[in-house]
């Protein structure tokens, strides 16, 4: 069992920056993917940017050169840098983390985005 705790979320103007965190704790196996999703009213949860426990990426075009995400193997966290932010990016953002030991990923409670224009 893997148990996610998200943070940073919030009400930022069109153009500013959050910086949201995830915080893994329970069986943490040191292979693993963390990442970052999110789904705005009436769409389908997206990705938004992955990361492996190597420091591979993976990111959506929408967010390429805005959005950076990173993480702390020893703290078993992982970041997501929002920067320069529209409208569009309000959204719940769940944190995400996948491991082969499991079947199944393991999904955070969600943060909230509100981006205003």
């Known amino acids: 069992q893997v148990h996610l705790v998200e943070s940073g979320g919030g009400l930022v103007q069109a153009g500013g920056s959050l910086r949201l965190s995830c915080a893994a704790s329970?069986?943490?196996?040191?292979?693993?993917?963390m990442g970052w999703y999110r789904q705005a009213p009436g769409k389908q949860r997206e990705l938004v940017a992955t990361?492996?426990?190597?420091?591979?990426?993976i990111y959506a075009d929408s967010v390429k050169g805005r959005f950076t995400i990173s993480r702390d193997n020893a703290k078993n966290t992982v970041y997501l840098q929002m920067n320069s932010l529209k409208p569009e990016d309000t959204a719940i953002y769940y944190c995400?983390?996948?491991?082969?030991?499991?079947?199944?990923?393991?999904w955070g409670q969600g943060t909230q985005v509100t981006v205003s224009s």
């Open positions: 995400r983390y996948n491991s082969i030991h499991y079947s199944r990923p393991y």
């Open positions: 329970g069986s943490i196996f040191t292979i693993n993917t």
């Open positions: 990361i492996t426990s190597v420091g591979n990426t």
